[in-house]
Structure formats: C-alpha cells, structure tokens
C-alpha cells in the first residue's frame, strides 16, 4: 500500500515538473515573436465553434474586460479561420489563452479552461 502511494506522488511530482517545464520553455520560444508594442496588455483568446469549453471561457474573458475596462485588450482568434496563427503560437488544445504586456513580450500562458481569478492575477501582475 505504501508503495502505490509513493509511486502515485512520484508520478504526479513528474507530470508537474514536466508540465512546468513545457511551459516555461513554450513561454520562451513565444519570446523570440515579433508582436506588437500596445499601450496595454493583450490576452490572445484561441477559439473554435467546435470547442465546448470556449463558451465558458468567452464568459470568463467577459468578466475580466469588466473589471479592467479600457485597461486591457481581448483579440480573438478563431483556429478554424486562421490556423497559422494556432501554429505560429504553437497553440494545441483550446481554449488558450496568451498573455502579453505592454513591451510585446508573452507572459502567460494558459492552456484549457481559465477561469476569471487566474487571469485577474496575471493581467495584474502585466500592469
């Protein structure tokens, strides 16, 4: 029994120390892009209509332009219309959302459902 626990926390430390790594490194790579310099910080949203959980997200992006206002801006970008955007992004689950900040650099990113906290957070730790 022991055993099988210790297995499952050395698995689950792996995964995360993986997972991590994955996106410090994507962060990186993001980097190297040439985007542009705005007056305020930027979320990418990649979305789909085939995408069940993009909704819910679009809801939580909503909020978010709510309490932030003229202070942040929200593109849009639909896979199924622009899919070299997704590839120039390295974008492969969705939703995602890519945080950028004033100078253009990326700062986060977040693969799947984000809810509105988190991005409260990182869009505050970007002003």
């Not at 202070?71 to 492969?92: C, S």
């Not at 900040?101 to 509105?116: A, F, K, M, P, W």
């Amino acid at each position: 029994m022991i055993e099988r626990v210790l297995i499952t926390s050395l698995l689950v430390l792996l995964g995360t120390t993986a997972y991590a790594t994955f996106k410090r490194r994507h962060v990186r790579v993001l980097g190297d892009l040439e985007t542009a310099v705005t007056a305020t910080p930027t979320i990418l949203y990649f979305a789909s209509e085939s995408c069940a959980a993009c909704p819910s997200q679009a809801r939580y992006l909503d909020q978010l332009v709510s309490l932030w206002q003229d202070r942040l801006v929200i593109q849009k970008i639909d896979t199924e219309v622009e899919p070299e955007t997704a590839a120039k992004y390295g974008v492969f689950t969705l939703p995602t959302t890519i945080l950028i900040d004033q100078q253009g650099d990326v700062r986060e990113i977040n693969y799947g459902l984000t809810h509105t906290h988190k991005l409260t957070q990182q869009v505050a730790s970007l002003a």
